[in-house]
């Protein structure tokens, strides 16, 4: 069965940091890009990160470049990607989904981040909310 799963949300003050993570099972990330997207209540999905598993390529929305960081684990190839934020800020609270989309031929934060991109699988999402 192929399954996103993404993990490490949870309450944080602002000014803290927090690494997510999104775990693939099922399938291999080697021909995908991995994107984080987030939406909080009321407001439309946003994309905030991507990074193509096999070269490492990293994309950033303008808004979060700084303070996300999206990488791999160079050491073994786990299928898992992960997301720091840091530092936290209120304005993050949100749901974070993890998106998988192959193949990973466009270099364009453009087209990876976009709230109209359909990829081909999703998680579940796990819940980000940052206290003032």
């Known amino acids: 069965e192929v399954q996103l799963v993404e993990s490490g949300g949870g309450l944080v003050q602002a000014g803290g940091s927090l690494t997510l993570s999104c775990a693939a099972s099922?399938?291999?990330?080697?021909?995908?890009?991995i994107a984080w997207f987030r939406q909080a209540p009321g407001k439309e999905r946003e994309g905030v990160s991507a990074?193509?598993?096999?070269?490492?390529?990293?994309?950033?929305a303008d808004s979060v470049k700084g303070r996300f960081t999206i990488f791999r684990d160079n050491a073994t190839n786990t299928n898992t990607v992960y997301l720091r934020v840091n530092p936290l800020k209120p304005e993050d609270t949100a749901v974070y989904y993890c998106?998988?989309?192959?193949?990973?031929?466009?270099?364009?934060?453009?087209?990876?981040?976009?709230?109209?991109?359909?990829?081909?699988?999703w998680g579940q999402g796990t819940q980000v909310t940052v206290s003032s």
């Open positions: 099922g399938f291999s990330f080697d021909d995908y890009v």
């Open positions: 998106g998988a989309e192959s193949p990973p031929f466009i270099a364009s934060a453009f087209y990876w981040l976009s709230n109209k991109r359909q990829y081909d699988y």
């Open positions: 990074i193509a598993y096999s070269d490492g390529t990293t994309y950033y």
